[in-house]
Each structure stands twice: as structure tokens, then as C-alpha cells.
Nanobody, 120 residues
Framework: QVQVVESGGGLVQPGGSLRLSCAAS????????MRWYRQVPGKQRELVAT???????YYPDSVKGRFTISRDNASNTVYLQMNSLKPEDTATYYC??????????????WGQGTQVTVSS
């Protein structure tokens, strides 16, 4: 029904920047929330950024001031600009899209994840 594909991960040195992208496609009637999560093996998945369909954003203290989420509603794409990266930002980053399909159902759709490694 809905496909979600992330891109943009990679290896970066501490203090560097990366920009992640996530595109949603398929049988989409409307997208509400778009979020980025991250997960380290053995730990719970952590929410790192949220953006509503009106552009309101939310960040936890751990990334506030360093990460910026934005979205292009015309292309159903969300971005995560990550600056001043730290080794503790190393994780697999997942995109989550909360959307309603033309069949009427509303649900959460996940991408496959993209690895971000911050290391010198």
C-alpha cells in the first residue's frame, strides 16, 4: 500500500554533517505525521524528530539545535539535516510515515533504515 524508502546515511567524522531523505509512495490519500527514529542494537528505538502536515516540529533534547526536520508535501518526502554529529549519534535511522490510504485506513509505515556512523 505505502512504500517508504530512506537514503543518505554513511560514515562521517565527529562534528560533520549528513542529510537523510525519506520518500513515501503508493496508495496515499494524505500524510499526517512524518518522523525519524534511530536505534542502536540492544536498545529501544528513539524518536529524534517529528514534523506535522502543517510544519510544526518536535525534537528531543538530545538532538535539539543540531538536527532539523523538513518536508516537501508535494513529493511526500521528509528530510533530516544532521549537524555537529557526535559518536553517540551512531545508529540505524528509520523513517516513519503516518498516512491514510485511498482505501480509507490510517496507519504507520516504516522504511528499511539507513546506517549513520560517526567516527574518526
Amino acid at each position: 500500500q505505502v512504500q517508504v524508502v530512506e537514503s543518505g546515511g554513511g560514515l562521517v567524522q565527529p562534528g560533520g554533517s549528513l542529510r537523510l531523505s525519506c520518500a513515501a509512495s503508493g496508495n496515499i490519500f494524505s500524510i499526517y505525521l512524518m518522523r525519524w527514529y534511530r536505534q542502536v542494537p540492544g536498545k529501544q528505538r528513539e524518536l529524534v524528530a517529528t514534523i506535522t502536515n502543517t510544519g510544526s516540529t518536535y525534537y528531543p533534547d538530545s538532538v535539539k539545535g543540531r538536527f532539523t526536520i523538513s518536508r516537501d508535501n508535494a513529493s511526500n518526502t521528509v528530510y533530516l539535516q544532521m549537524n555537529s554529529l557526535k559518536p553517540e549519534d551512531t545508529a540505524t535511522y528509520y523513517c516513519n510515515t503516518n498516512a491514510r490510504t485511498f482505501l480509507g485506513g490510517r496507519g504507520d509505515y516504516w522504511g528499511q533504515g539507513t546506517q549513520v556512523t560517526v567516527s574518526s
